[in-house]
């Protein structure tokens, strides 16, 4: 059982930053591919961004491309969601994700692959 907390939402306005963590404070995030998905007031939960175990493959939705950056640090246990240029769209409730695999550059994109989820972290863009 994987437990993960996020952290790091706020209020910002257009254009600044923001970096979003998920940690697993009981357990080692070795092993997983993880996620980062979003769910805005009134609409389904969509993906944003993913990473290999090994942190060598990374992918992003078309929304955010470029502007987000998904990475882990082993060290500390955590993945990151480094998001630049925030418009008023990327507003909503930001979840983590992981999900087990076997080889380490596997990428999870579908939310229904995977298992264990965060409860989530406000982002809301507004000036």
């Known amino acids: 059982q994987i437990h993960l907390v996020e952290s790091g939402g706020g209020l910002v306005q257009p254009g600044k930053s923001l970096r979003l963590s998920c940690t697993g404070p009981?357990?080692?995030?070795?092993?997983?591919?993880m996620g980062w998905f979003r769910q805005a007031p009134g609409k389904e939960r969509e993906f944003v961004a993913a990473?290999?175990?090994?942190?060598?493959?990374?992918h992003y939705a078309d929304s955010v491309k470029d502007r987000f950056t998904i990475s882990r640090d082993s060290a500390s246990n955590t993945i990151y969601l480094q998001m630049n240029s925030l418009m008023p769209e990327d507003t909503a409730v930001y979840y983590c994700?992981?999900?087990?695999?076997?080889?380490?550059?596997?990428?999870?994109?579908?939310?229904?692959?995977?298992?264990?989820w965060g409860q989530g972290t406000q982002v809301t863009v507004s000036s």
């Open positions: 990473i290999s175990w090994s942190g060598g493959n990374t």
């Open positions: 994700a992981a999900e087990e695999v076997l080889r380490t550059s596997v990428l999870v994109t579908v939310e229904s692959e995977y298992d264990y």
């Open positions: 009981k357990r080692t995030l070795t092993r997983y591919a």
